[in-house]
């Protein structure tokens, strides 16, 4: 009796184990999100659905939900805090997620025409596989120039006075 408890114990965890390997109970999908202006305010939204024909995920049990935004050479630069959902997922349900950021100024010496910048979230628990969604984006930094009235020698050390006009050439 104990040997077959003990059979049925390991069977059910290899079948949960090979679940979380396998079956793809969550899926992960971001909304679309276009330039995002170095200095300015963006969101990360979307939505986490659970796939019906896969097991349900019983309320109390955690699933975590992690945003983060990486530079182009994929070094996470904004990270928010874990959202913990303990609801559960039956089948269907979904899950809308939505975080603000502000893309920081430094970003604008890692900005290339070709770079871009990726918006990751995942979402995992103790009974689904780790599933993640990706959004690429592009950053749109301020194209200066100086339209300056009158010509001006400047020495090492002295101060000039200039009048003009400063233009941002970029959208």
């Known amino acids: 009796m104990v040997m077959s408890l003990l059979r049925k114990l390991c069977l ?16 992960v999908t971001i909304n679309p999100i276009v330039q995002v202006p170095v200095g300015g ?20 049990t955690p699933v975590n939900i992690t945003i983060q935004v990486l530079d182009p050479s994929g ?7 874990t959202i913990p959902n303990n609801g559960g997922f039956g089948a269907g349900a979904v ?9 920081p ?3 604008d010496d890692k900005w290339s025409a070709t ?6 979230v995942t979402a995992s628990s103790s009974v689904s596989a780790l599933v993640q969604g990706t959004q690429n984006f ?21 101060f000039i006075d200039l009048t003009g006009t400063i233009r941002n050439l970029a959208n």
């Open 12 to 27: 059910f965890l290899a079948l949960l184990w090979a679940n979380s390997l396998f079956g793809q109970t969550l899926i």
């Open 41 to 60: 305010a963006f969101t990360v939204s979307g939505t986490i659905s659970h796939d019906p024909a896969t097991p349900t995920i019983p309320g109390g």
């Open 138 to 158: 592009s950053l749109l930094i301020a194209d200066l120039t100086i339209l300056a009235n009158q010509p001006t020698v400047a020495r090492p050390g002295e």
């Open 95 to 103: 899950y809308n997620f939505n975080q603000s950021f502000t893309m």
């Open 115 to 120: 770079a871009n910048w990726s918006a990751v």
């Open 75 to 81: 070094v996470p630069i904004l990270i928010a805090p």
């Open 105 to 107: 100024w430094s970003e």
